[in-house]
Each structure stands twice: as structure tokens, then as C-alpha cells.
């Protein structure tokens, strides 16, 4: 199994970037497991926000993602990367990783398909 920890998070302003990382250590290879980030704010469903293949050659986005959160891995260093750029008050959430290992290069944006979940890190942006 992986253990996965998220770090990265803060009080920002709107308009400002934040560069979000999820590490993880274990047994097997990082390279072997999809990632994703998700966010989840009280009283909501979680929001699936982006996945990455094992690979790190393709990625996956939310509508609501797409233009301003990017996804990118590093796996000689176990760790998974979301930059958000022009933070808004509505992106304010725990922002989660999660993994799965795969036998293929690919990706989910359901929560079920997801076994490793890390704690979670807060972003919070000020109006």
C-alpha cells in the first residue's frame, strides 16, 4: 500500500496561485498508481478536480478545473503536483489526494475507484 500527504495549502488572496504536492511512500513504485485530486467543502458532495495516469503522460480535468488548475507528476520523487492559478473564494476546500495502483496507463474521476487517501490539505481564499 501508499501512504499519501498532502501539503501546500494556505490563506491566499484572491487572484494568487498556490502549488499544492502530494507525496507518497511505500512499498511499490509511485509509478504504478493513478492519481487524483479531489476537494470537498461542508454540507457538499466530494468534486472530483484532477487525475493523473501512472505514466504522467495524459491527465484529466473537471469542467470547473480546466484553464486554471494544472496536474503534473514527479515520480523519481513520489510525488503528485496541482498548481491553481487566479484563486477564487469559491475554490476554497480540502483539497485531497488519492491512488490506486494500475496494470494500465489511465484514469478515474470517481471517488470508488480511488483505495489510498491522504488527510487532505485546506485552501482557503480571502475576498
Known amino acids: 500500500q501508499v501512504q499519501l500527504v498532502e501539503s501546500g495549502g494556505g490563506l491566499v488572496q484572491t487572484g494568487e496561485s498556490l502549488r499544492l504536492s502530494c507525496a507518497g511512500s511505500?512499498?511499490?513504485?509511485?509509478?504504478?498508481?493513478?492519481v487524483a485530486w479531489f476537494r470537498q467543502v461542508p454540507g457538499k458532495e466530494r468534486e472530483f478536480v484532477a487525475c493523473?495516469?501512472?505514466?504522467?503522460?495524459?491527465?484529466f480535468y473537471a469542467d470547473s478545473a480546466k484553464g486554471r488548475f494544472a496536474i503534473s507528476r514527479d515520480n523519481a520523487k513520489s510525488t503528485v503536483f496541482l498548481e491553481i492559478d487566479g484563486l477564487k473564494p469559491e475554490d476554497t476546500a480540502v483539497y485531497s489526494c488519492?491512488?490506486?495502483?494500475?496494470?494500465?496507463?489511465?484514469?478515474?474521476?470517481?471517488?470508488?475507484?480511488?483505495?489510498?487517501w491522504g488527510q487532505g490539505t485546506q485552501v482557503a481564499v480571502s475576498s
Open positions: 493523473i495516469v501512472p505514466s504522467g503522460m495524459d491527465t
Open positions: 511505500g512499498r511499490t513504485p509511485f509509478a504504478y498508481y493513478r
Open positions: 488519492a491512488a490506486r495502483p494500475r496494470p494500465v496507463d489511465d484514469c478515474s474521476t470517481r471517488t470508488g475507484d480511488y483505495d489510498y
